[in-house]
């Protein structure tokens, strides 16, 4: 029976439509499917900050840069932390012999803090072990620090040309439609790098893993794809079925307990507030931050003030904000009081702690949460005095730190 004869039988026929669907050898079309591919790519390529125009060898430090940074993150979110990093480090021994904190501050909004203490140890691993060059196989780039194998075989693939599957999330999402593939992700990711690899060209590898992404981006897109000006709209198994949208499959992600907590601003007469680091493991580790209690689930309370700093000759008067300050972490949601008080000029910081005047804060690797917590605390006026940079700014990255 042919495939539109069991679609007009009706819905009972629909698993042995799938079957039928699924059961059609795509090896001999993969050559088309890829050059198809790679003509809408010539023809509609993104123009990014980082990538090489038509012509041009790419620059693997860019190229790796940029993939780091593009980990879970927006691509207009990304782009001008990428325009300031590349701009204040041109090269990766720049960037290798920048001192961290440097790098945190810089870094400070983008979220995910773990990969600007991985992209300054890659950097360093970069000019220790391979003389500031880019080693130019997957496996080499595996194992330097914060390459997974996704972003190795990115690197690998648009840097150098291997020939390699390269898919991020809008490779996967593209794919999993492409192929239909029942199975939930992740466990789907490693038959989708298998159905990617069925595609590859003989060469342009880079380019068919940035056509993946850029089809992803624009065309393919989470909700309402736009498949009639997709180039594989004849031959997408989800586009046939008319379900591409129920594509990837997904496995309901756990939601995190709620952790709850108190953090404290203390300012000094003077206009200045005191900070401390976090340590550099967990949790963004090695940011600033106002000190805080632990965020646990079983946060209590009345028991708060006892973890708030003490100033050597300073008593200060702890007076409770309004409301709390929430934000959601990969793995959890977060609820901090906000306490704050004030101390005289001349108090000095607890050992482990600084003061920083409030214009300085701009300076500073505040993570987003610390961010709202000082919007929540310091008064406009004292906003509009220096801090509205580092502050207001955070209320626009509120969705994308982690």
């Not at 390529?45 to 060898?57: C, Y």
């Not at 200060?316 to 004030?342: I, M, Q, S």
Request: aromatic fraction near 6%; glycine fraction near 8%; charge should be positive.
């Amino acid at each position: 029976m042919t495939v539109p004869a069991r679609i007009a039988q009706g819905k009972k026929a629909r698993p042995r439509k799938i079957e039928r669907i699924e059961a059609i050898p795509r090896n001999r079309n993969s050559s088309t499917d890829a050059e198809a591919l790679l003509l809408w790519y010539d023809r509609h390529r993104r123009v990014l900050p980082w990538r090489a125009l038509p012509g041009e060898k790419p620059d693997a430090y860019r190229v790796w840069l940029s993939e780091i940074m593009l980990q879970q993150t927006t691509v207009k979110a990304v782009a001008p932390y990428f325009a300031r990093f590349s701009a204040r480090w041109s090269n990766v021994g720049a960037l290798a012999q920048a001192p961290l904190d440097d790098v945190l501050k810089l870094w400070a909004g983008l979220g995910y803090y773990a990969r600007a203490r991985n992209l300054h140890a890659c950097a360093k691993a970069v000019v220790e072990r391979h003389g500031g060059n880019f080693p130019e196989s997957e496996a080499e780039l595996g194992a330097l620090p914060g390459i997974g194998p996704y972003s190795a075989a990115a690197i690998a693939a648009i840097a150098f040309g291997a020939r390699t599957a390269a898919i991020d999330g809008n490779g996967e999402r593209l794919l999993a439609r492409f192929f239909a593939v029942e199975a939930n992700l992740p466990a789907a990711k490693p038959q989708i790098r298998r159905l990617a690899e069925s595609l590859l060209p003989a060469a342009r590898a880079g380019d068919f893993a940035q056509a993946l992404m850029d089809l992803g981006a624009t065309i393919c897109t989470p909700k309402k794809p736009a498949c009639a000006l997709c180039p594989w709209e004849q031959t997408c198994l989800a586009r046939r079925r008319g379900d591409p949208e129920t594509f990837p499959r997904k496995a309901r992600k756990p939601r995190g307990q709620l952790r709850r907590g108190a953090a404290f601003v203390l300012k000094r007469a003077g206009n200045a507030i005191l900070l401390r680091r976090r340590a550099m493991d967990g949790l963004l580790g090695g940011m600033v931050e106002v000190p805080t209690t632990e965020w646990t689930p079983d946060f209590e309370e009345a028991n708060a003030l006892a973890h708030a700093p003490h100033p050597r000759c300073a008593e200060p008067k702890w007076r409770r904000l309004p409301g709390v300050v929430a934000h959601v972490f990969t793995h959890f949601p977060l609820e901090l009081l906000v306490y704050t008080a004030t101390v005289g000029a001349d108090a000095p910081a607890p050992e482990g702690m600084r003061w920083v005047t409030i214009p300085e804060l701009a300076g500073e690797a505040l993570p987003t949460v610390m961010r709202k917590v000082l919007a929540h605390a310091l008064p406009s006026a004292a906003i509009a005095n220096g801090a509205a940079g580092v502050l207001m700014d955070a209320r626009g990255r509120q969705r994308r730190a982690k």
